[in-house]
């Protein structure tokens, strides 16, 4: 019995930080504004754009762009000016590169 409980927990963890977005038209329709910086040092969450859906597990910054937006966890708009955000993103080319830099905004990315 015990170990069927934390199976259940386990397996609803994995599924609360997993991270399919969907980029939404209007700020308005987005759960969080997301800003790309031009440099790494001024981001706030290093991500790697993940090419199968079943890779996105983790709060780690491994972003999976889904093609609808029920299928999302997290709704994201993407600004013009660093003001208007509440996360700051920096693409990086390598899976391995991904993370977060400042774990305080890490809340955001929580279903």
Known sequence: MKS???????????KAF???????????????N???????????????????QSQAKGNNGLWFFVRY?????????FVDYESQSDLKIFFVKYKSQAGWR???KMYLLFR
Do not use: P
């Open 102 to 104: 400042k774990k305080k």
């Open 4 to 14: 069927n409980i934390l199976l259940f927990f386990i397996l609803i963890s994995f």
């Open 18 to 32: 997993s991270q399919k977005v969907f980029s939404v038209d209007y700020s308005s329709q987005a759960d969080i």
């Open 34 to 52: 997301v800003f790309v910086t031009e440099y790494e040092s001024q981001s706030d969450l290093k991500v790697f754009k993940l090419d199968y």
């Open 69 to 77: 937006e029920s299928q999302a966890d997290k709704k994201v708009f």
